[in-house]
């Protein structure tokens, strides 16, 4: 099973968060507001944060630029991932990624069973990988945002989680683009 090694010290992540929707403002976005209050609880540093419109093209921009962007380590983003014409924020993911972390969503599909049954069949949300930055695309809600940091990612996103974590590989997520 998993747990914490005390003996590690804990090394805080640049998290930027994006809210995707058509509606929401700053002062009236839950789900983002969930976000950062429980990345910020961790430890770790709020790098940015965004709202942009469910427009693929608009999505995808912003995730590159955060990508390149030295001062981010992850992207959390929130809204269109579901099953609507507008839905739009996982393709906008799989135009960025260079590798999709296929068991973030089977492991957020499992989470979602227990708090929701069967409507989490309705949830596409993903993670995956681009130029040394983590990405994971998350459904608007705040119950779904708080699902997902409370059950998966607190833990992926520690230095000290045991058998293994995102943060130690890091260093390799793009030693393919270094010269040999």
Same mark, same amino acid.
């Given at each position: 099973?998993?747990?914490?090694?005390?003996?590690?010290?804990?090394?805080?992540?640049?998290?930027?968060?994006?809210?995707?929707?058509?509606?929401?403002?700053?002062?009236?976005?839950?789900?983002?507001?969930?976000? /950062?209050?429980?990345?910020?609880?961790?430890?770790?540093?709020?790098?940015?944060?965004?709202?942009?419109?469910?427009?693929?093209?608009?999505?995808?921009?912003?995730?590159?630029?955060?990508?390149?962007?030295?001062?981010?380590?992850?992207?959390?983003?929130?809204?269109?991932?579901?099953?609507?014409?507008?839905?739009?924020?996982?393709?906008?993911?799989?135009? /960025?990624?260079?590798?999709e972390i296929d068991a973030f969503s089977t492991v957020f599909t499992m989470i979602s069973m227990q708090k929701i049954g069967t409507s989490a069949i309705?949830?596409?949300?993903?993670?995956?990988?681009?130029?040394?930055?983590?990405?994971?695309?998350?459904?608007?809600?705040?119950?779904?945002?708080?699902?997902?940091?409370?059950?998966?990612?607190?833990?992926?996103?520690?230095?000290?989680?045991?058998?293994?974590?995102? /943060?130690?590989?890091?260093?390799?997520?793009?030693?393919?683009?270094?010269?040999?």
């Amino acid at each position: 099973m998993s747990r914490i090694d005390e003996t590690r010290d804990f090394i805080p992540v640049r998290i930027a968060v994006l809210t995707v929707s058509d509606t929401r403002e700053m002062g009236e976005d839950r789900s983002g507001d969930t976000l /950062v209050g429980r990345l910020t609880d961790a430890g770790h540093t709020l790098a940015a944060r965004d709202i942009i419109k469910d427009e693929r093209d608009q999505i995808a921009a912003k995730l590159r630029e955060w990508c390149a962007d030295p001062e981010i380590d992850v992207i959390l983003s929130t809204g269109g991932t579901g099953l609507t014409g507008r839905d739009v924020t996982v393709e906008a993911h799989r135009d /960025v990624y260079e590798k999709e972390i296929d068991a973030f969503s089977t492991v957020f599909t499992m989470i979602s069973m227990q708090k929701i049954g069967t409507s989490a069949i309705q949830s596409r949300a993903t993670g995956g990988v681009a130029n040394g930055t983590y990405l994971f695309a998350l459904p608007g809600s705040p119950g779904a945002c708080k699902d997902a940091w409370d059950e998966i990612l607190v833990k992926q996103l520690d230095f000290r989680h045991r058998p293994c974590n995102f /943060v130690e590989i890091f260093p390799r997520l793009d030693e393919h683009l270094r010269r040999k």
